[in-house]
């Protein structure tokens, strides 16, 4: 069974800077896209970040500049860079993955766990 483990949250203050994990294992044959979500309280989940298995990102407006998404293929590991950090990027911050296993074969999404991140003024 596919798991997602995320590490490297905690406390910054304003312009400090974090950098997430997110190590996927188990009978993996392909992992497609990685994305990077958060959610803070009372707010829905938002998308942060993405990368295509090609190395295509895309990301959200709020931290365009800031952050940096990359991945490490023959790891199985996705990294979400942070720097500048503001106050209004304290959130849970999750890891998703589509993966394809070994068996069965067909691709299907996984969440980590979550990693909190909390930026003091």
């Known amino acids: 069974q596919v798991q997602l483990v995320e590490s490297g949250g905690g406390l910054v203050q304003t312009g400090g800077t974090l950098r997430l994990s997110c190590a996927a294992s188990?009978?993996?044959?392909?992992?497609?896209?990685m994305d990077w979500f958060r959610q803070a309280p009372g707010n829905q989940r938002e998308l942060v970040a993405s990368?295509?298995?090609?190395?295509?990102?895309n990301y959200a407006d709020s931290v365009k500049g800031r952050f940096t998404i990359s991945r490490d293929n023959a790891k199985n590991t996705g990294y979400l860079q942070m720097n500048d950090l503001k106050p209004e990027d304290t959130a849970s911050y999750y890891c998703?993955?589509?993966?394809?296993?070994?068996?069965?074969?067909?691709?299907?999404?996984?969440w980590g766990q979550g990693t909190q991140v909390t930026v003091s003024s």
């Open positions: 998703h993955m589509y993966i394809r296993e070994v068996w069965p074969s067909a691709i299907q999404e996984h």
């Open positions: 990368i295509t298995s090609t190395g295509t990102t």
């Open positions: 188990g009978s993996i044959r392909d992992i497609y896209t």
